[in-house]
């Protein structure tokens, strides 16, 4: 799950506050094979996990909206360690990778723009529209249980 070592390397990759934009978060966008994004104000969480898939020579939906990886490989019915995780919010959707769960239960997730940053977050799995795994990569593993993080408050 070589795409988890790519998101872990860029935790902590904040959005410029006011009008200037961090390049990093705009280099997602290249990396998705994405065109067209001129800040870092957008939702950038669908740029983000295209960008880790796509380094890894893992060809992605190649689109900015979360909702377009609900067709995008091997559906799951339960989340396995790694996978593609889709979630639905006010006004849209979210996608991430599942690192792990808390004591709860809840998914630990590591994403772009939660919080306006990449990070790991709590979500519970009520949110859930569904799991994805890509075609033709070996399975994760089970969940392991990891200490609480912040939970998800914003998204967008």
């Given amino acids: 799950m070589n795409w988890l070592d790519t998101a872990r390397a860029y935790i902590g ?3 410029y506050p006011g009008a200037a934009s961090n390049p990093i978060i705009l280099g997602f966008w290249k990396l998705a094979r994405l065109s067209g994004i001129k800040d870092d ?5 669908s740029g983000f996990a295209c960008a880790c898939m796509e380094a890894q020579g893992i060809r992605s939906p190649r689109s900015d909206s979360a909702r377009a990886w609900l067709k995008w490989g091997a559906p799951l019915s339960a989340p396995v360690a790694g996978c593609v995780v889709v ?3 006010s006004g849209g959707y979210h996608v991430g990778f599942v690192v792990g769960q808390d004591a709860k ?13 990449v990070s790991i977050a709590t979500f519970t799995r ?10 033709g990569v070996p399975m994760g593993g089970p969940l392991p249980t990891l200490a609480s993080a912040i939970a998800s408050r914003s998204e967008a």
């Fill in 13 to 15: 990759t904040r959005e």
């Fill in 41 to 45: 104000a957008v939702p950038w969480c």
């Fill in 87 to 89: 979630f639905n919010r």
């Fill in 105 to 117: 239960g809840n998914l630990q997730v590591l994403g772009g723009n939660q919080g306006d940053a």
């Fill in 126 to 135: 009520d949110r859930v529209e569904g799991y994805r795994w890509p075609l």
